[in-house]
């Protein structure tokens, strides 16, 4: 089921600057592997190495933050728009 | 606060500069008396030129955003930042849009609106605000202050850790007490402090962070109490508005420099909230909005539970203006109501008990 899915600024030099595209996949963990192979890389920009959410990075569902869901076994929905947002925060330390 | 430019990443001749800063730390002896303190401090940023702190953030920023050449200074804010953002882009020139959630106060949007901005109210909480804004940042060149411009915007927080060092007669306070929305205020008190002692103005800091949040949204406090690394986020349903940020950017830096200085994070009661703010105001004279409410209950709790001891050296920051949250004091409206009449007068006082004002000796506290 194909769904929509919006790209941050910093993950566009994967995307050949692409802010937006449609992919197959019945839930996040999948849609976020089906990008994956179309721009080779980006997985390891949204997972850590054990494969979870990044801390500083935020997934919404139509709007609603994925960690309020089922995290990456939340389920998709077709139509379903899908945005990655890097969290920001400021300096702390340098 | 531009006395401290060298610790800053703009110059003092350079800055956008309404005055903020060097806002008074008053000894609060009635209200240390209550909470069995001898040595309290109120770091009163309330009377800054928008009222709350953000204007030393906003500051910084706005100033890097003219170097910069952006047209707009925007940003999502719980009430007081756009206060800030909306004055100092009048201030500069520049366009200002200010996304907030549509549940705000009114203090807040009329404290923000004034300065002539674009009010975007979102049907939603800060955290959707904050989300929307982070996706208009990636393809509108605007200065979103805290998103784009963080970087820039966190530092001009460490100037109330440098004021407070300065204030004291060069020393750092035994304990801070910090209200944390976002955490990113009490990661920068103690960077602030850190830096004067990294210069030798200060000896090393030992003072321990301590932050408060209200238990309606508390996601740093159960992140701390659950000794997790990273915060988890929660959907707020508190009368702190301005503390209101579920997905808290800086929670986990938060988490690292209570860990580091051997603070504790405290939830007060909701109820709890407008005690502090009555407090407050009735034994020093300061009225806060409800971020401060949370802070004296905070302290209150800290004071209670032993981790602040009598004689030590705290320093409470109260960083937001009561003029903006007039709601949750309403019921403070219940005046002696007369004609102008002496005997009508002497009449509706006797019925509701004031007797007792006829002529009453000054007691001093």
Redesign the interface.
């Given at each position: 089921m194909s769904v929509t899915v919006?790209i941050?600024?910093p993950l566009r030099r994967l995307t050949n600057d692409q802010?937006k595209t449609t992919v197959d996949g019945d839930t996040l963990g999948e849609v976020v592997e089906a990008i994956n192979v179309q721009f080779p890389g980006i997985k390891d920009r949204i997972c850590d190495e054990s494969g979870d959410l990044r801390?500083f990075v935020?997934v919404?569902i139509n709007?609603e933050?994925v960690?309020?869901l089922n995290g990456l076994d939340t389920v998709t929905n077709p139509d379903d728009e899908i945005?990655i947002?890097?969290?920001?925060?400021?300096?702390?330390?340098n | 606060m531009w006395r401290y430019d060298a610790f800053l990443p703009v110059r003092k001749e350079d800055a956008l500069d309404m005055g903020t800063g060097l806002t008074p730390l008053l000894k609060a002896d009635n209200l240390g008396k209550l909470f069995g303190l001898d040595n309290l401090w109120i770091k009163n940023d309330s009377v800054n030129p928008t009222f709350s702190f953000k204007d030393r953030p906003v500051s910084v920023t706005t100033s890097k955003a003219l170097e910069f050449e952006f047209g707009v200074l925007a940003c999502p804010s719980t009430g007081n930042l756009m206060g800030a953002v909306a004055a100092h882009g009048a201030k500069a020139g520049m366009r200002t849009l200010v996304f907030y959630p549509s549940d705000l106060e009114k203090g807040k949007i009329i404290g923000a609106a004034i300065y002539g901005p674009t009010l975007i109210a979102v049907d939603?909480t800060y955290?959707?605000a904050n989300?929307l804004a982070?996706?208009l940042a990636?393809?509108y060149r605007w200065a979103v202050v805290?998103?784009?411009m963080?970087?820039f915007?966190?530092?001009g927080s460490k100037s109330l850790g440098y004021e407070v060092a300065e204030q004291l007669g060069w020393r750092a306070p035994d304990h801070c007490v910090v209200p944390a929305a976002?955490g990113?205020l009490h990661?920068?008190i103690w960077?602030g402090l850190q830096e004067m002692g990294n210069v030798g103005l200060i000896e090393a800091p030992k003072t321990e962070m301590h932050l408060t949040q209200a238990e309606g949204n508390a996601p740093i406090v159960q992140a701390f109490e659950n000794d997790w690394k990273?915060v988890?986020?929660v959907?707020p349903n508190t009368i702190a508005k301005s503390l209101a940020i579920g997905?808290p950017?800086?929670g986990?830096?938060a988490l690292?420099v209570l860990r580091e200085t051997g603070g504790t994070a405290v939830a007060c009661l909701e109820e709890e909230v407008v005690e502090g703010i009555k407090l407050l105001a009735e034994t020093e004279g300061i009225f806060t909005e409800t971020a401060g409410g949370v802070v004296i209950s905070g302290l209150r709790r800290l004071a209670e539970s032993g981790k602040i001891k009598r004689d030590e050296l705290t320093v409470a920051f109260i960083t937001g203006n009561g003029l903006k949250t007039q709601e949750v004091v309403e019921d403070l409206i219940d005046p002696v109501e007369t004609s102008p009449d002496y005997d009508d007068f002497e009449k509706a006082m006797n019925e509701r008990g004031y007797q007792d004002l006829a002529n009453p000796e000054l007691k001093v506290p």
């Open positions: 919006r941050p600024t802010d801390n935020n919404y709007g933050d960690r309020f945005s947002v890097p969290a920001v925060a400021g300096g702390y330390g | 939603g955290d959707q989300r982070s996706e990636d393809n805290n998103i784009n963080r970087a915007y966190a530092e976002s990113e990661t920068k960077k990273a988890k986020p959907k997905d950017a800086s986990m830096f690292e």
